[in-house]
């Protein structure tokens, strides 16, 4: 069993930061790879990439958020971190972290998801 626990989600303006966390737990050997997947109000079966990284500290960005926001990890903690900076109305969306590990590279491990609302 492997957990994954996301959080740090909240209310900000435009223009503004949120720092969103990672955590999974359980029957971890080694995670491959680590990140955000969002899904915005209204769109309930599309879940679009944020961004990702590896073990090794590769990054993937979407483009949308390239520039803006900067993924983290501290390995031996299984934990990562979203630094969202430069927040817009359209970054609304429910933030979801996603685990991947060496071990089950086809399977996708979620949290429970954290909202963000940018808005005025």
């Known amino acids: 069993q492997v957990q994954v626990v996301d959080s740090g989600g909240g209310w900000v303006q435009p223009g503004g930061s949120l720092r969103l966390s990672c955590e999974a737990s359980g029957s971890i050997y080694s995670i491959y790879s680590m990140g955000w997947f969002r899904q915005a109000p209204g769109k309930q079966r599309e879940r679009e990439l944020v961004?990702?990284?590896?073990?090794?500290?590769?990054?993937n960005y979407a483009m949308a958020v390239k520039g803006r926001f900067t993924i983290s990890r501290v390995n031996d903690q299984n934990t990562a971190y979203l630094q969202m900076d430069s927040l817009r109305p359209e970054d609304t969306a429910v933030y979801y972290c996603?685990?991947?590990?060496?071990?089950?590279?086809?399977?996708?491990?979620w949290g429970q998801g954290t909202q963000v609302t940018v808005s005025s």
């Open positions: 961004g990702t990284i590896t073990r090794g500290g590769v990054t």
């Open positions: 996603n685990v991947v590990l060496f071990s089950s590279p086809d399977k996708n491990y």
